[in-house]
């Protein structure tokens, strides 16, 4: 009896004293805890940690705004994109076997579908397009945002630009607002908008990559265009490159298929000046002053005894052209353009384009070892 006592005063003397113990060891945490110490440490502890410091939160916030203007400017331009379907039959010989087994041909109409994009220019149901988006089609079809489609006919087309204008008998049109390509930097974001193989109001995202680009194939020589990184594919063609305000500043018109990144749009001051002739006299008249041209390089410097830096070598005159008639010369050396110094001639083409007929130009050229100014003026073709 005294020994099981003698054990349960025991047991008492030890539970009391680790029962102080553990309020004793409370306390020193509650001292020296920090945040069981300050109330202000408490509501800090109980936000989310961020994932990196203050300066990636920061980022995170600005690249979060930047996909906010993309996306205003996608809804801004969507209702003024359309998607054109087109049908051109084509004649076609077909192979066939006679009842008397002598093997032949036949001819036979086969239907070939093409497709692209669009920009709506007025409120009249001008829509704007590539030419190559149209070439040839026996049957056009115009689509909007909200699924309704409208037959198209063609009011005009500039192969040389490759631009067309269409017009559809529709109401309630959202025309695009139209930006400033001459204010466009390198590096600058656009999307690209179109329905690429048949997946309608596709938004892709880039950079202006260059400006001035020159793009020549079998059938096309394009001057001046843009070059953006925004994915544009098959379908593309015909619609716009927009900048980050919702405005246009350039139709997407080509692409290097064997590049990655590579395309290319129509700036929209280009666009405007083909376009408006194409609506008011369904053709397009271009400036030219009838002179073959060539980068002046140090050997034809060197054949010529030109010392100048840089310039376009005239090569050959075209009889009773605007620059026959103003006496430039072959071999004359053209310096300069309005006072600005040229480079190459394609730039020098690109100012002859942009001028109207009827306008005046002064060069500055080279000739017989003398600097001399001659006024040229253009006349349509």
């Known amino acids: 009896m005294l020994f ?20 004793i060891i409370l306390f ?19 936000q989310p940690l961020p994932s990196g410091n203050l300066n990636d939160a920061a980022k995170l916030n600005n690249e979060l705004g930047d996909i906010d203007i993309i996306s205003s400017a996608a809804e801004k331009i969507m209702p003024s994109v359309v998607y054109i379907d087109t049908r051109t039959f084509m004649e076609v010989d077909q192979p066939v076997i006679s009842i008397f087994g002598i093997p032949g041909y036949r001819s036979q109409i086969v239907p070939k579908e093409g497709r692209g994009s669009g920009v709506v220019w007025d409120k009249n149901g001008i829509i704007l397009t590539n030419e190559h988006v149209i070439h040839g089609a026996n049957e056009i079809m115009v689509t909007f945002q909200n699924e309704q489609t409208y037959p198209a006919v063609v009011k005009g087309v500039d192969p040389i630009s490759d631009l067309a204008v269409l017009q559809v008998k529709a109401e309630n049109l959202t025309p695009a607002v139209l930006g400033d390509s ?12 179109g329905s690429p193989y048949h997946f309608q109001q596709t938004v892709t995202y880039g950079v202006i990559s260059g400006r001035g680009r020159n793009l020549s194939d079998q059938s096309k020589d394009f001057q001046d265009l843009l070059q953006t990184d925004a994915a ?5 063609s015909g619609g ?21 990144g590579i395309g290319f749009a129509i700036p929209i001051n280009t666009v405007k000046n083909v376009a408006n002739q194409l609506i008011e006299k369904g053709k397009v008249l271009r400036s030219y ?31 009773n052209s605007p620059g026959d008639q103003a006496g430039l010369q072959p071999k004359d050396v053209i310096l300069k353009v309005g006072g600005k110094k040229i480079t190459s001639g394609d730039e020098l083409r690109n100012i002859i384009r942009k001028s109207a007929p009827g306008e005046q130009i002064s060069l500055e ?12 003026k253009m006349a349509g073709r």
């Open 365 to 376: 050229i080279w000739r017989h070892s003398q600097i001399m100014e001659v006024s040229v």
């Open 289 to 319: 002053i009838g002179i073959t041209m060539m980068d002046l390089n140090p050997q034809l410097a060197a054949y010529i005894g030109c010392r100048e830096n840089g310039g376009v070598a005239i090569i050959g005159v075209e009889r």
């Open 28 to 46: 020193i945490l509650f001292l020296f805890n920090p945040i069981l110490f300050n109330p202000s440490a408490v509501r800090a502890a109980s």
């Open 240 to 260: 716009p490159l927009v900048n980050l305000k919702g405005e246009v500043i350039g139709i997407n018109t080509a692409i290097i298929p064997y590049a990655q």
């Open 232 to 236: 544009i594919n098959p379908g593309n």
């Open 4 to 23: 099981k006592i003698m054990n349960v005063k025991s047991f008492s003397f030890a539970v009391l004293g680790g029962a102080i113990g553990c309020l």
């Open 182 to 193: 001459e204010l466009l930097k390198i590096g600058q974001p656009v999307i690209a908008v």
